[in-house]
């Protein structure tokens, strides 16, 4: 990926935080304009995941931002979220020039922020086509995507190969009369596309079938849940089939004049989970001892203690492969003895700021 200077505009981004700022680089001939948004206790201490979350066809980074209101996801998952402008709105998606335009902003953020090598890709509509084609294209580098109201042309799927794993999660209204459910000649039936990355990711291809509680009666639509496990890399497919559902994101508050807006789930919430399993934490932070932490016994056989002045805010403890296997705000009353032996990662949130220790199990 190329380096690009980034010229900071330090304008003020008036949505649901006062953490992001407008800036742009210089891409291919013209200024491009983003968002970033950091979390509301960023520390450059600390390494962060980085998010890039893509708008729709005639839509804006701003529009986005305060559409799928993924800042708040990223303030509780400590997430920096990048929201890039599309060219007149529209991105490319038969070819490179956005593929690359994205590619060098992630470099510009990476180089102005501390960022760690987690990077994921969320996108609304044509923002979801285009992130399917950064799939393909920047495979090695994605940890996770997710796909809302988006597809993927029949021309990619000839044409892309991920052979490492790729988790997605994808959200399809049954009712969608933009990005049709059905497909339309060059775009496959959504459920066409998802067999075909269950197939790419060699996932099971029987899934397990939920179906969330219907706890909104007035928005008009249901959700069926399909997981498809047991992936290359201990990757899955997530497919959120919303019944009745239209052109929209389900969760938002935005009322939208493309069909039901489902409100039984909220997408970015479960988006910012599904990231956060494939995030392995920074062992760095832990040398540091930001937060001056006492963690005892280690190793540990099912109980962990932790010792600390600060008001302890949350627990995250991951396994060595960057998986979160709990998380919770009460860790001495917890037993764990179920978890397999090996190396852990404890992350530790609190008002003054963050630190990962590492753990043993034995």
Known sequence: MKKFILAIIFFTVFTNSAFSQLDSIFDQGIWRTFIVHLPINYNSNIQYPLVVNLHGLNSNAAQQQNYSLFDNVADTENFIVVY???NSGSWVINGASDVDFISHLIDTVRNNFSCNSCLFITGMSQGGFLTYKLACSLAQSIKAIAVVSGNMSQNLQNTCVVTSGLPI???????????KYNGVVGIPPVPNTINWWVAQNN??????FSSP???NLLDGSTVEKYNYSGGTNGSEINFYKIINGG????????SSPFGFTNLDINASQIIGDFFSQYCPVSVGISESNLLNLSVYPNPFSDIINVENTDKLESYQLY?????I????ENIENNDF??????????KVSTQTGQQTLKLIKQ
């Open 247 to 254: 052109h929209t994101w389900p969760g938002a508050l935005s």
């Open 213 to 215: 509680p219907n706890i």
């Open 203 to 208: 996932c099971n291809t029987t899934p397990v």
């Open 169 to 179: 999660i994808h959200f399809h209204g049954t009712a969608d009369s933009l990005v």
């Open 325 to 328: 296997v709990w998380r919770g």
């Open 319 to 323: 396994n060595s492969i960057g998986q």
């Open 84 to 86: 890039p402008n599309a």
């Open 337 to 346: 003895k179920h978890l397999q032996n090996g190396i852990y990662f404890l």
